[in-house]
């Protein structure tokens, strides 16, 4: 149950394993029907990179409370459940949490991968939606925030390009990152160093196994 799985500081949600046939407003249809459809929404930031039909079937949901975020994961469970949603394979707890920090991981995997990842996220917190992304880093992201990012990112995407040919090469390295006849996504699953790594780096309340993890390129 999410509420046995998230707590009171928990606003992120990651929706992995996301069909190619879905896009950016689909799953914006989602997140307002399991929310409700209120002005202002009840999240205020969205991540799909890659965006368009090229996406890497990963969107980043934050909200802006915590109770709110466990509606909408037990929303999707449910017809996920009941075999209404085929199209996202998982939903659950993102390891970056909250609006500013999810804010600090985008502009620092920006700086990792810049000719990869060049779909910027869409913000829909009041007064904010048409910010430019460098004033929104000024107003709600420390530099402390920054450094942490931009550990995280370094970790993340640091060995994503020299697994990436081995990735393809093996069949068992993305089966768990695509559905049914879906592109699967260009990941692999980390190394026992490297998840120690990330789970030391993401303050993850329990330790990760490798199947939970992909290390990707977008």
Same mark, same amino acid.
């Given at each position: 149950?999410?509420?046995?799985?998230?707590?009171?500081?928990?606003?992120? =949600? #990651?929706?992995?394993?996301? !069909?190619?046939?879905?896009?950016? $407003?689909? @799953?914006? +249809?989602?997140?307002?029907?399991?929310?409700?459809?209120?002005?202002?929404?009840?999240?205020?930031?969205?991540?799909?990179?890659?965006?368009?039909?090229?996406?890497?079937?990963?969107?980043?949901?934050?909200?802006?409370?915590?109770?709110?975020?466990?509606?909408?994961?037990?929303?999707?469970?449910?017809?996920?459940?009941?075999?209404?949603?085929?199209?996202?394979?998982?939903?659950?707890?993102?390891?970056?949490?909250?609006?500013?920090?999810? =804010? #600090?991981?985008?502009?620092? !995997?920006?700086?990792?991968?810049? $000719?990869? @990842?060049? +779909?910027?996220?869409?913000?829909?917190?009041?007064?904010?939606?048409?910010?430019?992304?460098?004033?929104?880093?000024?107003?709600?992201?420390?530099?402390?925030?920054?450094?942490?990012?931009?550990?995280?990112?370094?970790?993340?995407?640091?060995?994503?390009?020299?697994?990436?040919?081995?990735?393809?090469?093996?069949?068992?390295?993305?089966?768990?990152?695509?559905?049914?006849?879906?592109?699967?996504?260009?990941?692999?699953?980390?190394?026992?160093?490297?998840?120690?790594?990330?789970?030391?780096?993401?303050?993850?309340?329990?330790?990760?196994?490798?199947?939970?993890?992909?290390?990707?390129?977008?």
């Amino acid at each position: 149950m999410a509420s046995q799985e998230f707590d009171d500081n928990t606003t992120t =949600l #990651a929706l992995r394993g996301i !069909a190619k046939r879905y896009s950016i $407003e689909a @799953i914006l +249809e989602l997140l307002d029907a399991a929310t409700g459809k209120s002005e202002p929404r009840r999240y205020d930031f969205v991540h799909m990179p890659g965006g368009g039909a090229s996406h890497a079937g990963l969107a980043i949901v934050n909200f802006v409370d915590a109770t709110s975020c466990r509606t909408c994961c037990e929303y999707v469970r449910d017809l996920q459940e009941r075999g209404f949603l085929p199209g996202i394979k998982s939903i659950g707890r993102s390891r970056v949490q909250g609006f500013a920090e999810n =804010l #600090a991981f985008y502009a620092a !995997a920006v700086k990792q991968e810049r $000719e990869r @990842i060049n +779909e910027r996220p869409l913000i829909f917190a009041p007064g904010f939606q048409d910010m430019d992304m460098d004033t929104l880093l000024q107003l709600f992201v420390s530099q402390d925030m920054m450094v942490t990012a931009g550990q995280q990112a370094k970790v993340m995407y640091k060995k994503s390009q020299s697994g990436e040919s081995q990735g393809r090469r093996s069949d068992s390295s993305s089966s768990s990152d695509h559905l049914g006849d879906e592109a699967p996504l260009r990941g692999r699953q980390p190394t026992l160093e490297e998840l120690c790594e990330i789970d030391d780096l993401f303050a993850t309340t329990t330790p990760s196994r490798q199947s939970d993890v992909v290390i990707f390129s977008l």
